[in-house]
Each structure stands twice: as C-alpha cells, then as structure tokens.
T-cell receptor, first 110, second 115 residues
Framework: GQQVMQIPQYQHVQEGEDFTTYCNSSTTLSNIQWYKQRPGGHPVFLIQLVKSGEVKKQKRLTFQFGEAKKNSSLHITATQTTDVGTYFCAGGQGAQKLVFGQGTRLTINP | DSGVTQTPKHLITATGQRVTLRCSPRSGDLSVYWYQQSLDQGLQFLIQYYNGEERAKGNILERFSAQQFPDLHSELNLSSLELGDSALYFC??????????????FGSGTQLSVL
C-alpha cells in the first residue's frame, strides 16, 4: 500500500539554528498536509499543499510540495523553543486515504 | 481548542477487560476517525466513520470495534485488553467524507494504560 516516509526521525538543534524535515511518497499525492504535535498534546493542522511545486510560508515556517507531488519539506528558520514537538506530514491519495508519516521529533537546546 | 471532545482523558484497566472511548466531533463535521499512537510511535489509523457508516478501515484488531451514532458522536470499544494495547487513542473529525483531501481536527486523546 501507499507509504509516506519521513526523515529524520529525530532532530536536535541549538536555538536559532534552522531545521528541515522531509517527506517522501512512493506514489503521487493529491495533497500533502503538515501537523504539529507538542509534547503531551495532540496533532494540530498546520497547512495543506495541493499544487505541484507549491511553496507556502507561515512566519518562520516554509512548506514545499515537489514538482512530481511525491515529496514535501518543512523548513523552520531560526528555531525557537516554542517550535519543540513532533512534525507529521500526511499524504492524500485522492479523496480515499490520508497516510501519515512517522513524524520528526524536534528538540531544541536553548 | 479543536472542538473535538474525547472522554475519558485517562483510563487505567487490567488485562482482559473491556473499555469504551468516546468522541464528539466538531459541530458540523460528519466524519470521525480513530487513531492509535503508542509511545514514540506515529499515528496508526484504525477506522473512519462518515454520517453513521463505516468508510475506511485500517489496522484495527478484531478485538476492537467502533460505531458512530445518529448524533454523530462515536465510540471505540476495546475488548480482551492486552498490555500492548496501552497507547494514546486520538479521535479526529472532518467536515466531509473525502478523508484524503480534508484537514483533520484532533481531540486531546485518551491515554489508556493496561496493567
């Protein structure tokens, strides 16, 4: 079945450093979504990308959807301690299925 | 606050027992999804209901069952519990039935501990 692979599994950075997590699918996706789960919390929707090559920004967060609609990335510039958490991508296979990646846990040294 | 309500927040029980987890979706949402998250693991999809009917099924054990009621709230029943069933169980909701295209709103979860 469709799989969505996310790397790295863990990332530890110094506050102020940049952070990137990558998501790759074995099949073409209808859309890619990103969620953030704070420690002890629940996943919260961040953004949805639908178009090939789409780039969206939310303050220090930049989201990209690949040209082939099989990969995506989330880049955080100048991390802050509030960015701590696990970031999940989720790939849509048409309207039928949403497959979550395994997540990237981000920890930050202040 | 996502608008999705899950009860109870914590549940401690013994092996072999049966428990029921409850979820009320956001107002207006017709789909409910159940996910399992074990320690340091990702989100494992269990099952989706749309307007009272089962729409999609994931890796849900036969010991587990779910339903969605006419008022759209959903219950997840876990029976013959094993130690390995200890996990955080999330309910999520979305407005329609297009699971792959819709953003999900997650509840705060039920932490199940099987001793």
């Amino acid at each position: 079945g469709q799989q969505v692979m996310q790397i790295p599994q863990y990332q530890h950075v110094q506050e102020g450093e940049d952070f990137t997590t990558y998501c790759n699918s074995s099949t073409t996706l209808s859309n890619i979504q990103w969620y953030k789960q704070r420690p002890g919390g629940h996943p919260v929707f961040l953004i949805q990308l639908v178009k090939s090559g789409e780039v969206k920004k939310q303050k220090r967060l930049t989201f990209q959807f690949g040209e082939a609609k099989k990969n995506s990335s989330l880049h955080i510039t100048a991390t802050q301690t509030t960015d701590v958490g696990t970031y999940f991508c989720a790939g849509g296979q048409g309207a039928q299925k949403l497959v979550f990646g395994q997540g990237t846990r981000l920890t930050i040294n202040p | 606050d996502s608008g999705v309500t899950q009860t109870p927040k914590h549940l401690i029980t013994a092996t072999g027992q049966r428990v029921t987890l409850r979820c009320s979706p956001r107002s207006g949402d017709l789909s409910v999804y159940w996910y399992q998250q074990s320690l340091d693991q990702g989100l494992q999809f269990l099952i989706q209901y749309y307007n009272g009917e089962e729409r999609a099924k994931g890796n849900i054990l036969e010991r587990f069952s779910a339903q969605q009621f006419p008022d759209l709230h959903s219950e997840l029943n876990l029976s013959s519990l094993e130690l390995g069933d200890s996990a955080l169980y999330f309910c999520a909701s979305s407005i329609g039935q297009g699971w792959g295209n819709e953003k999900l709103f997650f509840g705060s979860g039920t932490q199940l501990s099987v001793l």
